[in-house]
């Protein structure tokens, strides 16, 4: 039977308790991590992200930080409130929103003692803990973080903190079916990429401005379209960061991770020098994760990986397809 609203109201309430009590304890623990070696996740919306994050949170005896850039976050609000130009942007603009580094580091940067706090499990707020497995979660002093807002400033965290991290992509017309069949759709519809890439002043325009006729088309098109265009974009930015250079990180395609699951896993772990705790479980990755849309929920790996098939139109697929093999992710066009 639905629940009346006072159950509603109830249950709201414990949840609230309950977080608070999960933050108090995140408090006293915070001391004890080091952020060099909480695990950072990265990756586009609808890219695996959660179901990879609670996978490692098991594996790691961990617990979850979760979408700390997310913009209802009451710290990432009050940093945003500051800057000038995000001070009176509406939640559609800042759900999509990306924070920039162009620097090597964080220093004198206003997402500093954020990262640090993040990385620590140290922030206030109800959302970041949303898929704590219970209270015994909090004590732990192991933390798996993961952001899909965090690719622009991704390097400049790392350099900061040297913490590992993973950075999971998935084919776009996947990633596009993916938001189709949730309330992301209706999230990307008002994405503006001039926006978000071109008008912030903070140093991105001088790397996407390379690309500022395209983005002047590709706004004129379809939500489709301009959500493939982000994810390319985006997805340029994290390889320009990391070219040429070594350091402590994994890029990993959901696809592989689909076919591979388990064993995929301890090999990325055992590359960034993390060691499970206790058994390895080789079903790591064999659940669905809390935000799975429910037509997805037991698809087995095919659907997984070529579901998007029953989902896109062929013009939709045309249009990303066009988008990956301009800024050269045909490779991510999984056959």
């Known amino acids: 039977m639905p629940k009346?609203?006072?159950?509603?109201?109830?249950?709201?309430?414990?949840?609230?308790?309950?977080?608070?009590?999960?933050?108090?304890?995140?408090?006293?623990?915070?001391?004890?991590?080091?952020?060099?070696?909480?695990?950072?996740?990265?990756?586009?919306w609808r890219s695996g992200t959660t179901w990879l994050q609670e996978a490692l949170t098991a594996l790691l005896e961990a617990k979850l930080v979760f979408e700390?850039?997310?913009?209802?976050?009451?710290?990432?609000?009050?940093?945003?409130?500051?800057n000038a130009y995000l001070a009176d942007r509406k939640k559609n603009f800042l759900r999509l929103y990306m924070p920039f580094?162009?620097?090597?580091?964080?220093?004198?940067?206003?997402?500093?003692?954020?990262?640090?706090?993040?990385?620590r499990s140290a922030l206030p707020g109800r959302w970041v803990r949303i898929y704590r497995r219970g209270l015994a979660e909090s004590f732990r002093t192991r933390v798996v973080l993961k952001c899909v807002r965090a690719q622009l400033c991704l390097r400049a965290v790392q350099n900061t903190f040297g913490m590992p991290v993973i950075h999971i992509y998935r084919d776009p017309r996947a990633v596009a079916a993916s938001a189709e069949m949730t309330s992301w759709?209706?999230?990307?519809?008002?994405?503006?990429?001039?926006?978000?890439?071109?008008?912030?002043?903070?140093g991105r325009a001088d790397f996407f401005g390379q690309w500022r006729d395209e983005i002047m088309h590709y706004d004129e098109q379809d939500a489709v379209s301009r959500l493939a265009a982000y994810?390319?974009?985006?997805?340029?930015?994290?390889?320009?960061?990391?070219?040429?250079?070594?350091?402590?990180?994994?890029?990993?395609?959901?696809?592989?991770?689909c076919r591979r699951r388990g064993k995929l896993v301890l090999e990325m772990l055992q590359k960034l020098g993390l060691a499970p705790i206790g058994e390895h479980d080789s079903r790591a990755l064999d659940s669905d994760s809390s935000s799975t849309s429910e037509q997805r929920r037991g698809a087995p790996v095919a659907e997984r990986i070529s579901g998007w098939k029953n989902v896109l139109s062929g013009a939709e697929i045309a249009a990303i397809e066009a988008v990956a093999k301009y800024f050269g992710f045909e490779d991510r066009l999984v056959s």
């Open 4 to 44: 009346t609203t006072t159950e509603q109201a109830d249950h709201v309430l414990k949840l609230r308790e309950a977080a608070a009590e999960s933050y108090r304890i995140d408090q006293r623990v915070a001391a004890q991590i080091d952020p060099r070696d909480s695990l950072f996740m990265c990756g586009f």
């Open 68 to 82: 700390p850039l997310y913009n209802c976050v009451p710290d990432i609000k009050t940093i945003y409130r500051r």
């Open 101 to 119: 580094c162009g620097e090597h580091t964080l220093d004198g940067h206003p997402l500093h003692e954020f990262f640090e706090r993040a990385l």
């Open 185 to 202: 759709k209706k999230m990307f519809e008002p994405l503006s990429l001039r926006r978000q890439l071109l008008k912030p002043h903070d």
């Open 231 to 257: 994810w390319a974009l985006t997805e340029k930015f994290v390889q320009h960061s990391y070219a040429g250079a070594h350091s402590r990180i994994v890029f990993v395609s959901y696809e592989e991770l």
